[in-house]
């Protein structure tokens, strides 16, 4: 049977791989972005199978009223992708309270409004796939990206406990994690804070080691996104990228090492 | 050599054993509470080694004040234990907004104002040690905890890419993630206002007193924080109670196999 998706952030990038996989077979998708000429594209080849909304996730009544017209449009809703996101440059030290704030609105709380108003109409349909599309940067964090990190760590924690929250009522929960991926997520999409000349060796280390990388196309998205979706049991983790599956099992181990050294000092806590 | 401490939410629980551990062996502490009626006994018993300040951390222009008065008084900072904070319980779906901004205000922007404050100091300095006082549940979690996961897992990736950017400058940096302690904590926590009744059997058990019946006392969070603060080389990540260290390395484990089992689709996604 068909599944009807609802993308947000399908102008670029992931958002628009994943409304090409949904369409290309057949399914049908509520795409939404900040301004819909960027899906005039996709209603032209894919017709009546693509909603094109209007949305900014930050705008929490704009979510409800793009959830509700797209249930209104299709009759259900089997695939929710919380894609729109964004990255912030900048030491911790660097970064403004303002940006910060501006990037949990958006990698935060746009997906709490998004996934506040997508969870009645999953509970009463028994089904549903809420997919978080988080990174190897909500997992491990590197210097010049903390408050990109904050953003993204949260949606992990909070999509975790959410995942055993509704797992109860048939509502699946996933969090794709990408690694890097050649899109402009670093480019034009991205926010760079003020530089601080304290800082300076460390910027020009991180941008030396940037340009070093070759980052892979997203070419395998489109078929990594339906596996995901046709699965009977979908992982809450999985990683997009094979760089993720060496980096993530030694950062765990290198952690797990730590605690463990310091378990003498754990136990000295409650008294042992 | 004595330290000079700067702890926030002083007034009770681990931020008062953590004041009184420093205060006993000669050390000065600079304790911030919002009322500081609070710390009144601290005063007496200690008087000039201890600065009781007002700090609401939520407000930006408040902390750095305090900072600026804390230097002023000891002429240095050598421990910054961002302490205060508190959990927000209720399934991800029944959250306020408002709620959970008021989470991140307290839990993640505190800890960004503190840092931010101090930061210059210490790197003027070559030297210093931030403590962030994260939680278990910072780094797994469980229903109905949804939103103080979200800020303390905000707070751990913040910290690990702030570890690595002020490594340089001779500045530590240490997430303690304490387990459940018998701490007047989860009085203090918030519980949302808005349950839904299908989340009736995750608030039952949730409120079950046989849960949090068997917690250790905190009395030896005190001689632990000490420990670290003492090392030469202090621990990234360490757990204050016994149970996170079996706990932790469960979910890890099960986040491996996860990964590991999937990691044909993450290679598949960038078209191999």
């Avoid at chain 1, 900014?56 to 729109?84: K, L, W, Y």
């Avoid at chain 2, 360490?238 to 044909?264: C, D, K, M, N, S």
């Amino acid at each position: 049977m068909s599944k009807v998706w609802f993308i947000t952030g399908s102008s670029k990038g992931f958002g628009r791989e994943f409304a090409f996989a949904a369409l290309e077979r057949g399914d049908r998708v509520a795409a939404t972005a900040r301004n819909t000429d960027t899906l005039s594209d996709l209603v032209e080849k894919y017709g009546d199978a693509v909603l094109p909304v209007e949305l900014d996730v930050t705008n929490r009544d704009q979510v409800f009223a793009a959830v509700a017209s797209t249930h209104e449009h299709f009759g259900r809703i089997d695939v929710v992708i919380n894609n729109a996101g964004y990255g912030l440059f900048g030491t911790v030290e660097e970064i403004t309270e303002q940006q910060l704030r501006d990037q949990l609105e958006t990698n935060l709380f746009g997906v709490f409004h998004v996934t506040q108003a997508v969870l009645p109409i999953l509970r009463e349909q028994q089904a549903g796939h809420i997919i978080q599309i988080s990174t190897i940067g909500g997992i491990v964090a590197f210097p010049t990206l903390g408050g990109y990190h904050t953003s993204k760590w949260a949606l992990e924690g909070m999509t975790d406990a959410l995942a055993q929250e509704v797992a109860g009522f048939g509502v699946k929960v996933t969090l794709v994690e990408p690694g890097g991926f050649a899109t402009d997520w670093s480019g034009a999409s991205a926010i760079v804070a003020d530089a601080h000349p304290a800082y300076a060796a460390l910027h020009s280390n991180m941008a030396a080691m940037r340009a070093q990388v070759v980052l892979p196309e997203p070419i395998g998205f489109k078929s990594a996104i339906l596996t995901v979706v046709d699965a009977e049991q979908p992982p809450l983790r999985v990683f997009f990228g094979e760089g993720p599956t060496q980096m993530a099992p030694h950062i765990y181990h290198q952690r797990l090492a730590e605690w463990a050294e310091w378990a003498h000092v754990s136990n000295a806590a409650e008294g042992k | 050599m004595s330290k000079v401490w700067f702890i926030t939410g002083s007034s009770r629980g681990f931020g008062r054993e953590f004041a009184l551990a420093a205060l006993e062996r000669g050390d000065k502490v600079a304790a911030t509470a919002r009322n500081t009626a609070t710390l009144s006994d601290l005063v007496e018993k200690y008087g000039d080694a201890v600065l009781p300040l007002r700090l609401d951390v939520t407000d930006r222009a408040g902390v750095f004040e305090a900072v600026a008065a804390a230097t002023e008084r000891f002429g240095r900072l050598d421990v910054v234990v961002n302490n205060a904070g508190y959990a927000l319980i209720g399934a991800v779906e029944d959250l306020g907004e408002q709620e959970l901004r008021d989470q991140m205000e307290t839990n993640v922007f505190g800890v960004l104002h503190v840092t931010q404050a101090v930061l210059p100091v210490l790197r003027a300095q070559g030297s210093g040690h931030i403590i962030q006082i994260s939680s278990a549940m910072g780094v797994a979690t469980f229903g109905g905890v949804g939103g103080y996961s979200a800020s303390k897992f905000a707070l751990e990736g913040m910290s690990e890419a702030l570890a690595q950017e002020v490594a340089a400058f001779g500045i530590k940096v240490t997430l303690i993630e304490p387990g459940a302690f018998a701490t007047d904590f989860s009085s203090s926590s918030v519980f949302t206002a808005h349950t839904h009744d299908a989340y009736g059997p995750l608030y039952a058990a949730l409120t079950d007193p046989g849960a949090s019946a068997q917690a250790p006392s905190p009395d030896g969070v005190g001689d632990a924080i000490l420990q670290l603060v003492d090392a030469d080389e202090p621990p990234l990540r360490v757990f204050f109670g016994e149970q996170p260290t079996q706990w932790i390395p469960t979910v890890y484990q099960q986040r491996l196999e996860t990964w590991a089992e999937w990691a044909h689709l993450s290679k598949a996604a960038e078209g191999k």
